[in-house]
Structures are given as structure tokens and as C-alpha cells.
């Protein structure tokens, strides 16, 4: 006659849990990422993301150019900061400190961050207002011109005012 199979478990001991029956059995998740990924670049705001390089990016694209870029280490050396008179003896890295290091201005764009523009006050901070003007005045009129006994409106320069009641000529 054929053997029975056990119904014993030959392992006693205890076993691990798994991701299935720790916490009981999980129903599946829903998916996550409805659109594909090529057609959930092209959506907001994900487009408008992967369209504006970040400068790092930009840097590593295959037509970038940087003309103030050190194009070797004796170049690299050259635009440091060191001064051999004045700083000697100094440390290895201290003498390839760049402008960038100590803040100083030199012409290139390190973060994205916008500057603030400092207000250009004016020579001894005089009081001075610079305006424009709102309406356009005709050079022409003669009611723009000042005020005098001899203007060029009246016929060969001579004149009558009311008050003096004579004749001026130039």
C-alpha cells in the first residue's frame, strides 16, 4: 500500500513575513501614471519644465561655449586671485582662488538668481528731480514765449504794452 502524505510541517519553526501576509494580503494599487511618460512631458507642468534649461544644464549641452572658461590648467592658474608679493607662501588651494571665491565682480552668471539693482543716488545727494514732460509744447507759440517789450511777434521787433502806452524800438 502507498504511503499517506504527512500533513505535517517538516520546518517548525517560525517563518518570516513577507509583503503578502504581514499586514494580510494586499489588494493591488491602481495605477499610478494614467498617461505615459512621452505624452506626460508634453502636459503642464512638466513641459514647461523640461523646455527652460537650468544653467548646469545648459552648460552641459553639446553647443555650449563659455569664452571666459579656463581652457587649461595654466589658464586656470593665471586668472587667480594670488599675488606673490603681497600673499607669499601660501597654502596650494589658496593660490587658485578665483574671483567667484571671494565674491568680486566678474562677468558670469553662477546661479539663477536674479541681482537686485542698487538705487543710483545722485551726486551729493542733491535734490534735484528728473521729470518729463506730459504734454508737448509747439516752439512756435507765441504763448509760450516770455513776457518782454520786444518780441519777435510783434512786426520789426517794435512794441505796445497797454500799462506804458509808448513805442519801444530795439
Request: net charge positive.
Given at each position: 500500500m502507498a504511503a499517506a502524505q504527512s500533513s505535517r510541517d517538516p520546518y517548525p519553526f517560525e517563518k518570516f513575513q513577507n509583503d503578502d501576509n504581514f499586514m494580510g494580503r494586499r489588494d493591488p494599487e491602481g495605477i499610478c501614471y494614467p498617461v505615459p511618460a512621452h505624452l506626460a512631458q508634453r502636459q503642464e507642468p512638466w513641459q514647461r519644465?523640461?523646455?527652460?534649461?537650468?544653467?548646469s544644464s545648459a552648460r552641459h549641452e553639446v553647443y555650449h561655449f563659455d569664452p571666459a572658461a579656463p581652457k587649461d590648467d595654466l589658464d586656470f592658474v593665471l586668472k587667480s586671485q594670488y599675488n606673490q608679493h603681497d600673499e607669499l607662501l601660501k597654502n596650494r588651494n589658496?593660490?587658485?582662488?578665483?574671483?567667484?571665491?571671494?565674491?568680486?565682480?566678474?562677468?558670469?552668471?553662477?546661479k539663477n538668481?536674479?541681482?537686485?539693482?542698487?538705487?543710483?543716488?545722485?551726486?551729493?545727494?542733491?535734490?534735484?528731480?528728473?521729470?518729463?514732460?506730459?504734454?508737448?509744447?509747439d516752439n512756435?507759440?507765441?504763448?509760450?514765449?516770455?513776457?518782454?517789450?520786444?518780441?519777435?511777434?510783434t512786426k520789426n521787433g517794435y512794441?505796445?504794452?497797454?500799462?506804458?502806452g509808448g513805442y519801444f524800438i530795439p
Open positions: 519644465l523640461s523646455s527652460q534649461h537650468t544653467l589658496e593660490v587658485v582662488y578665483q574671483p567667484e571665491t571671494f565674491g568680486e565682480e566678474h562677468g558670469r552668471v553662477l538668481r536674479v541681482k537686485p539693482e542698487p538705487v543710483k543716488k545722485m551726486n551729493l545727494n542733491h535734490p534735484l528731480l528728473i521729470t518729463s514732460q506730459a504734454k508737448k509744447e512756435n507759440s507765441i504763448k509760450t514765449a516770455i513776457v518782454g517789450t520786444h518780441i519777435a511777434s512794441s505796445r504794452k497797454p500799462s506804458m
